[in-house]
């Protein structure tokens, strides 16, 4: 049976979906930072109106709110979008490494991970506990999962 998509995993990415995906992406963090969108709007340099239009879907956000954003929010602002292009925002550090550091990262959160479990449930304090070490995982394995596809896909030279 063929793929429908052979070469692309994701969807034709529409404008809309963008809007959307930032919009509600906006929407979240107002909603868990129990902000304001005069908060939003001081935060990313903006009017009021402005957020309420990017929240609404109904206007794209230049590069340079969008760099605000990030700086301010991280993924959170970002990841939803980008999602859509199946990427995500991590900070530098994360993603520079060795696969030894990996492997060493990777076994320290399998054993925060075995201790939380010990009782049989993982608390919220032991998942903010992990939570760096877990965002730190993940950028590695994405870094390595980059190299693989890199390494795979990338053309002969020799």
């Given at each position: 049976?063929?793929r429908?998509?052979?070469?692309?995993?994701?969807?034709t990415?529409?404008?809309?979906s963008?809007l959307?995906?930032?919009?509600?992406s906006?929407?979240?963090?107002?909603?868990?930072?129990?902000a304001?969108?005069?908060?939003?709007?001081?935060?990313?340099?903006?009017?009021?109106?402005?957020?309420?239009?990017?929240?609404?879907?109904?206007?794209?956000?230049?590069?340079?709110?969008?760099?605000?954003?990030?700086?301010?929010?991280?993924?959170?602002?970002?990841?939803?979008?980008?999602?859509?292009?199946?990427?995500?925002i991590?900070?530098?550090?994360?993603?520079?490494g060795?696969?030894?550091?990996a492997?060493?990262?990777?076994?320290?959160?399998?054993?925060?991970?075995?201790?939380a479990?010990?009782?049989?449930i993982?608390?919220?304090?032991?998942?903010?506990?992990?939570?760096?070490?877990?965002?730190?995982?993940?950028?590695?394995?994405?870094?390595?999962?980059?190299?693989?596809?890199?390494?795979?896909?990338?053309?002969d030279?020799?």
């Amino acid at each position: 049976m063929m793929r429908p998509h052979i070469q692309r995993r994701f969807r034709t990415i529409t404008d809309s979906s963008v809007l959307e995906a930032f919009g509600t992406s906006l929407r979240t963090i107002r909603e868990e930072d129990r902000a304001t969108n005069a908060d939003l709007a001081r935060v990313l340099g903006r009017s009021k109106a402005t957020i309420e239009r990017y929240i609404a879907g109904d206007r794209a956000m230049p590069a340079t709110t969008l760099v605000r954003g990030c700086q301010e929010w991280d993924g959170r602002l970002a990841d939803r979008a980008f999602a859509l292009a199946g990427m995500r925002i991590v900070p530098i550090e994360s993603v520079e490494g060795t696969d030894g550091q990996a492997l060493a990262d990777l076994c320290d959160l399998a054993a925060q991970l075995a201790e939380a479990l010990q009782d049989g449930i993982v608390t919220d304090d032991e998942r903010a506990r992990m939570a760096p070490t877990v965002r730190h995982v993940v950028a590695e394995l994405g870094r390595l999962h980059r190299l693989s596809c890199t390494r795979l896909f990338a053309p002969d030279t020799s």
